[in-house]
């Protein structure tokens, strides 16, 4: 197997479930002293890149883009209390809690990249109103992530919109990543910039097919389970 061509749709997900439990494991069990806390967390760093890079494929080939918008939302929803119990510890401010799940990002991120193809279409034939409209649909999805508090707050509406706009040139869109993460201020989070060796090797195929929903499934599902754990006299 040729190696820039071992790496499909199916298997960078797994990768990328694979790495946000074990993200998630230390960020609930693990004590934030520890060194096993920050490689885990550090590998954690991997998922969210490439969950951004896949929403925009399935944006690219979706045949219902609301479809998937409301998927997303609904899964935001159910995903916010056992999100909040093992994450928020009930903290609100001004009546919001301080931290929503990834659905919302993703949310967030598939309305401006669907709303930036629209203006894409509409305004081909004049490019400054074109990137104007496309800034202004990338700032206000900024501020909703932000307003919301929702994971990864801008910078993962900003890190989708990268996958969206440099998706034909990998070269742009890896200094993109780099970029983006950077801005977030967070030394661990320049760590995502190796999900691109992953995405690097994609080869455009979607690969295994199985529940198409058994991310949506085991995103609530495993945090659910970790808090539960977590409640044992052993992490007390």
Known sequence: MQWERCMDGYRLKRIAIVTMFIDHMAAVLMPSNSTAYWICRGIGRLAFPIFSFLLVEGFTYTKNVKKYLARLGIFALISEIPFDLAFSDGLIRNG??????????????????????????????????????????????????????????????????????????????????LLVNILSGSKLQVLAVLSMLFIWLYNGKRGRQGNKYIFYIFYPAHIFLLYLVSLLPIFQ
């Not at 930036?116 to 400054?128: L, P, Q, V």
């Not at 501020?143 to 706009?165: E, K, P």
């Open 96 to 177: 919001f809690l301080l931290h929503q799940n990834i659905f919302f990002t993703l949310f967030i991120g598939l309305a401006v990249i669907y709303f930036m193809s629209i203006i894409d279409k509409k305004y081909a034939k004049n490019i400054f109103l074109n990137n104007l409209f496309d800034c202004l649909v990338v700032i206000a999805g900024c501020y909703a992530a932000n307003l919301l508090a929702a994971d990864y707050r801008f910078v993962g509406v900003l890190l989708i919109t990268s996958f969206y706009i440099f998706r034909t040139n990998k070269i742009l869109l890896t200094m993109a990543v």
